[in-house]
C-alpha cells in the first residue's frame, strides 16, 4: 500500500510540473540597451561662425572713350577674417536633407598693391558680405551630415586708387555694392539634437565690374576687376524645436 501511494505521489508531481512549464512565464524579458540618438535635421536653426578668407584680384585698365584695354595692372593678394551669423531651415526626407540659409559678416578682408616704382597704388577692402543659398544634404552614420550649398552673394566693395606724387597727391574711392554667386559644401555633426558644429568651404565670384577713375593724368578711364574668393568657415548651430513626437507605452500583462 506504502509503495502505490509513493508511486501515486511522484507521478502527480511530475504531472503538476509539466503543466507549470507550459504557463506562460511572468518573468519580465531582459532590457535591451537603448539605441544611439538618432537626430532629425528638420526645422528651424540659427548660428554663427567664423573663418578666413582669401582671393587674388585680376584688373584692367581701359580708355573710356575706345574701350580698348590700355594697361594690364598687377593682380595682389587679398585676405582677412570673416564671421558673423546665419539662419536657416531644414526639410528631412529619409536620409536626405534640403534646406535654404541666409547669412551676414562682418570681415576685414583687404588687400593693396603700388605699380610703376609706388607712383600708382591699388587698394581693395570689403567690410560686409552676404548670401542666400540652398543646402542640399545626406544624413550619414552617426549624427553627422555631409551638404553642398549655393546661391547668391552680395558685398559692397571699396577700390582705392592713388596717384602718389609729391605735387599731385590724388586719390579715388568708389565703393559699389556687388551681386555673384556663391557655391561650397561642408560637414556638420550633431552633438544632440539641439546643437551641431561646421566645417565649410566656399567659392565665391561677384563677376567683372567697372570703377569710373575721376582722377588721371591721362583723361578719364576706368578699371575692370574680377572679383573672386575663396573661405573657410567654422560654426556652430542651434535647432529649435519645431513638435514633440507622441510617445507610445505598451505594457504587457
Known amino acids: 500500500m506504502k509503495r502505490i501511494l509513493l508511486a501515486t505521489a511522484v507521478t502527480a508531481s511530475l504531472t503538476i510540473g509539466a503543466i507549470a512549464a507550459d504557463l506562460p512565464s511572468r518573468t519580465p524579458p531582459a532590457l535591451l540597451p537603448p539605441p544611439p ?3 532629425n535635421w528638420t526645422g528651424i536653426y540659427a548660428g554663427g561662425q567664423v573663418g578666413f ?28 577674417v570673416v564671421g558673423g551669423g546665419h539662419v536657416g531651415y531644414n526639410y528631412q526626407i ?6 535654404i540659409e541666409g547669412d551676414i559678416e562682418g570681415t576685414t ?18 567690410s560686409i558680405e552676404g548670401s542666400i543659398r540652398g543646402r542640399v544634404g545626406v544624413a550619414g552614420y552617426d549624427r553627422a551630415l555631409f ?18 606724387t609729391a605735387t599731385v597727391p590724388l586719390y579715388d574711392d ?3 555694392t556687388h551681386t555673384g554667386w556663391t557655391v561650397g559644401g561642408g560637414f556638420e555633426y550633431a552633438f544632440n539634437p539641439h546643437w551641431s558644429a561646421r566645417l ?3 567659392y565665391t565670384d561677384f563677376g567683372n565690374y567697372n570703377d569710373i ?3 588721371s593724368p591721362g583723361g578719364t578711364i576706368s578699371d575692370r576687376h574680377h572679383e573672386t574668393d575663396n573661405a573657410v568657415r567654422l560654426g556652430f548651430s542651434y535647432k529649435f524645436d519645431m513638435y514633440t513626437p507622441l510617445s507610445i507605452v505598451i505594457a504587457k500583462y
Do not use: D
Not at 529619409?94 to 534646406?99: H, I, K, M, R
Not at 605699380?115 to 587698394?123: K, P, R, T, V
Not at 551638404?147 to 582705392?160: D, R
Open 37 to 39: 540618438l538618432a537626430v
Open 94 to 99: 529619409n536620409q536626405f536633407v534640403l534646406g
Open 213 to 215: 577713375l575721376a582722377v
Open 53 to 80: 578668407q582669401w582671393a587674388n584680384t585680376n584688373q584692367f585698365t581701359y580708355s573710356t572713350a575706345t574701350g580698348a584695354a590700355t594697361a594690364a595692372q598687377p593682380s595682389y593678394y587679398q585676405s582677412g
Open 147 to 164: 551638404y553642398v550649398t549655393g546661391g547668391v552673394a552680395f558685398a559692397p566693395i571699396k577700390n582705392s586708387y592713388g596717384i602718389g
Open 174 to 176: 568708389i565703393t559699389t
Open 200 to 202: 565649410e568651404y566656399r
Open 109 to 126: 578682408y583687404k588687400g593693396s598693391a603700388p605699380y610703376a616704382g609706388g607712383l600708382y597704388s591699388f587698394n581693395t577692402t570689403e
